[in-house]
């Protein structure tokens, strides 16, 4: 836990918003040298001298012209990548996103007071889903503490995003529609959407203007569980959000031309709070949840939305969150919130159990028919044929942590980072085309910055670590220097001085002008090492998810030996 306290007194979590700078656009001669420093691991020097023509007569060239243009928009927009970038990277994707874009894993964790208990799955449910609503609250209040480093604000539009946002399929491109309001702004959608054995439901988590205790969520979970373990199950409709993006969006207006009530269930969905997910499976590790957190039943949670909350039987719990809104910090923020919430209160509800009369959850039942039926047979195939094309292993190093990293005058996460690319040379004898994420949340609605952590010196490092002459010492040095080249770029790309967003929006800009597209973007160099990036493992398909864990762990081991913990 990186804090106690989440309630702010003196702030209000979004007042920094328009005091926030512009997104800035880095230079040319800065990005190609990035650029040209991030593909060299992975070029032959005649491929590189090749891309290096290439990127000089871009930059000499064309980019010039696209280059004035990018500053030019970046003077009437205070956030020039911010629409180029949600469509490019979200709305534009036609392949179904919710196996291949959403987040999710376990949440609250295990450790502390909720081991997995069968028969749990109200009982502890009401109570997270109550902590949840507590911090949908704090957040309407503008009572949420604002994200800072040191004393510099962050942007905290992306928390808007979490609650009564949902993602609208479109034939060509996606939208988004977002009902969040804070208090000063006006009233907002209250309610939530439940979902279970392909049955849908909805209840308000406010009554009388008070959120509802955990006994009445209580009542309201267990109406509804009751309903459908003891009746017919429903047909799942929500399983259509799996779909490839196009098709989901024919189907949509399918759904509405066959009844008009349709729209209203649709529309009850997209603005509620959040989905809550009754799931009949019973996952007892971080493997098994983090799993079925992203590859689960499809008919309990409907991929578009911002947030799914999985309550599993056993009483674990999941997420899995629609990735085009908001980034992973908002989860993380979200979910220590609930965390430290359920440990502070012992997992227990310690107030009154008295329930108020309130409604009892209403169903909301879609109009199908045999066509319909047939489209979320065929949408529940895909979607399990290509779940199941999926390794996870979420296993947690014990042996120490962040605490004695820092000790040794590390960065946790450049450790880890290193470690990874290790972990691939010594499996494959070639570096890993791998990248990290890099928040420009210092800026106005800013998001993220890719950060290339394949650079030569992890690479030569890596070459030393596996050359039996080369001297603990040596290869001590090579770390530290591997260590350093990491932490400034992290920190480049932080205060906007990344390469790939830059790139991308002279590609854009590029077509829009109805230009051909320039050379640099065909390069095998780009093609191969830019766009197509992905994670050590899966750059490499014959990579065993395990094995490669199993190695990074021993290299932690290593690392730690190397700055003079051979005890370790």
């Known amino acids: 836990m990186e804090h106690t306290t989440f309630e702010s007194t003196e702030e209000r979590t979004f007042q920094y918003q328009n005091s926030l700078p512009p997104l800035p656009v880095p230079s040319l001669d800065e990005s190609f040298k990035k650029y040209l420093d991030a593909v060299k691991p992975f070029l032959n020097k005649e491929e590189y001298r090749r891309t290096f023509e290439i990127v000089k007569k871009f930059e000499h060239g064309i980019g010039k012209e696209l280059q004035h243009k990018l500053l030019e928009r970046a003077k009437v927009k205070k956030n020039w990548l911010e629409e180029w970038w949600l469509n490019s990277a979200y709305l534009d994707v036609r392949m179904p996103t919710q196996l291949n874009f959403n987040v999710g894993g376990p949440t609250p964790f295990l450790e502390h007071y909720w081991p997995p208990k069968e028969g749990t799955q109200v009982e502890r449910g009401a109570i997270a889903v109550w902590h949840i609503f507590n911090f949908w609250n704090l957040l309407r209040r503008e009572r949420y503490i604002v994200d800072k480093v040191g004393e510099t604000p962050l942007d905290m539009n992306q928390f808007r995003m979490l609650f009564s946002t949902c993602k609208v399929p479109g034939i060509t491109r996606d939208s988004i529609t977002s009902y969040f309001r804070t208090e000063r702004e006006g009233d907002c959608p209250s309610h939530v959407v439940v979902m279970c054995r392909g049955r849908i439901f909805t209840f308000n988590a406010v009554h009388d203007g008070h959120i509802l205790t955990p006994p009445e969520i209580h009542r309201q979970l267990a109406y509804i569980q009751k309903r459908c373990h003891t009746e017919s199950n429903g047909p799942g409709v929500s399983a259509l959000t799996t779909e490839e993006r196009t098709r989901w969006a024919k189907i949509r207006e399918y759904l509405i031309n066959l009844d008009p009530k349709n729209v209203s269930v649709l529309e009850t969905i997209q603005r509620s709070l959040f989905v809550i997910s009754l799931d009949d499976a019973s996952p007892e590790d971080y493997c098994m949840i983090t799993l079925l957190t992203l590859t689960g039943d499809p008919t309990i949670r409907w991929g578009d939305k ?227 990036v992905c994670t050590a493992w899966k750059s490499c398909p014959e990579t065993d998810a395990e094995k490669l864990l199993q190695t990074v762990f021993q290299n932690f081991y290593a690392m730690a030996q190397l700055m003079g913990r051979a005890q370790l």
């Open 306 to 532: 911002s947030y799914n909350f999985l309550i599993f039987s056993n009483g674990t719990f999941g997420t899995n969150c629609d990735h085009s809104p908001f980034d992973g910090i908002v989860l993380i923020g979200m979910n220590e919130y609930v965390d430290w919430k359920v440990m502070e209160n012992e997992g227990l509800w310690k107030g009154s159990h008295k329930i108020r009369d309130i409604p009892w959850p209403e169903e909301l039942v879609f109009t199908v028919d045999l066509k319909v039926l047939d489209d979320i047979r065929l949408a529940k195939e895909q979607y399990q044929k290509q779940a199941s094309d999926l390794q996870l292993i979420n296993y947690a190093f014990t042996s120490f942590g962040k605490k004695l990293v820092k000790e040794l005058k590390l960065h946790p996460d450049t450790l880890v980072q290193l470690a990874l690319q290790l972990a691939y040379y010594k499996l494959h004898r070639r570096p890993g085309c791998c990248y990290e994420t890099a928040t420009t949340r210092m800026f106005y609605h800013g998001r993220t910055e890719t950060m290339r952590s394949c650079t030569i010196e992890a690479v030569e490092w890596c070459q030393a670590m596996l050359d039996p002459a080369v001297t603990p010492h040596k290869r001590q040095q090579l770390m530290l220097k591997a260590f350093e080249r990491h932490n400034k770029l992290m920190s480049e790309n932080q205060n906007g001085k990344g390469f790939d967003r830059h790139l991308l929006g002279l590609q854009i800009l590029a077509k829009e002008q109805g230009l051909p597209v320039p050379e640099l973007y065909t390069d095998p160099a780009f093609t191969r090492r830019i766009v197509v």
